[in-house]
């Protein structure tokens, strides 16, 4: 079964640091990845998705993400984070087929001034 | 506004009271899906549906139903509720596309207590 793996639970970074949220993906097909954002009590906000192209892509709020199919990873950066980007971020893949998200369990990132 | 709407959005209710939580959306979407959300456990696929009178189960279905009657409302039930259906519940939609994926738009989600 395809799945998505979420390695850091909790995160922590000073606001102007940058960060990097790891995710890696099983085996499969050409990976459809996805990063979500859920700040608290809202719902799931999309930040960028890969579908195919360039393995670098540009999101909203600043974020980008590297596709790297040597290392099943799909790995979400900013360069400088700021308090407003605490909340919890999700990876997921979709399989091509079908419309189902499979997600990872979530990275919650903290942000200390 | 292209929007997800759920309610209600916090629901409090005891062990084997029926319940529904409504899910609709305005974007003419064809695939909607519901979602659980856990501590620990991401987001589960509970059941979704790729059009009208066209549902599946997900990966955790046991416990819930859902019907797709009009393309707009895809509401999800509860038969008989029991606590460790305590969760944080996400509806979801897209455009059903031909060889690939689509972003699926979140509402903002509906957190159940069964006591």
């Not at chain 1, 980008?64 to 407003?84: I, T």
């Not at chain 1, 997921?92 to 189902?100: F, I, L």
Request: charged share 20%.
């Amino acid at each position: 079964a395809q799945s998505v793996t979420q390695p850091d639970i909790h995160i922590t970074v000073s606001e102007g640091a940058s960060l990097e949220l790891r995710c890696n993906y099983s085996y499969g097909a050409t990976p459809y990845l996805f990063w979500y954002v859920q700040s608290p009590g809202q719902g799931l906000q999309l930040l960028l998705k890969y579908f195919s192209g360039d393995t670098l892509v540009q999101g909203i709020k600043g974020f980008e993400a590297e596709f790297k199919r040597s290392q099943s990873s799909f790995n979400l950066r900013k360069p400088s984070v700021h308090w407003s980007d605490a909340a919890e971020y999700f990876c997921a893949r979709h399989p091509g087929g079908g419309n189902k998200l499979t997600f990872g369990t979530g990275t919650q990132l903290k942000v200390e001034l | 506004e292209a929007q997800v709407t759920q309610n209600p959005r916090y629901l409090i209710t005891v062990t084997g009271k029926k319940l529904t939580v409504t899910c609709s959306q305005n974007m003419n979407h064809e695939y909607m899906s519901w979602y659980r959300q856990d501590p620990g456990l991401g987001l589960r696929q509970i059941y979704y549906s790729m059009n009208v009178e066209v549902t599946d189960k997900g990966d955790v279905p046991e416990g819930y139903k859902v019907s797709r009657k009009e393309k707009r409302n895809f509401p999800l039930i509860l038969e008989s509720p029991s606590p460790n259906q305590t969760s944080l519940y996400f509806c979801a939609s897209s455009f059903r596309l031909a060889g690939g994926p689509n972003e699926q738009f979140f509402g903002p989600g509906t957190r159940l207590t069964v006591l």
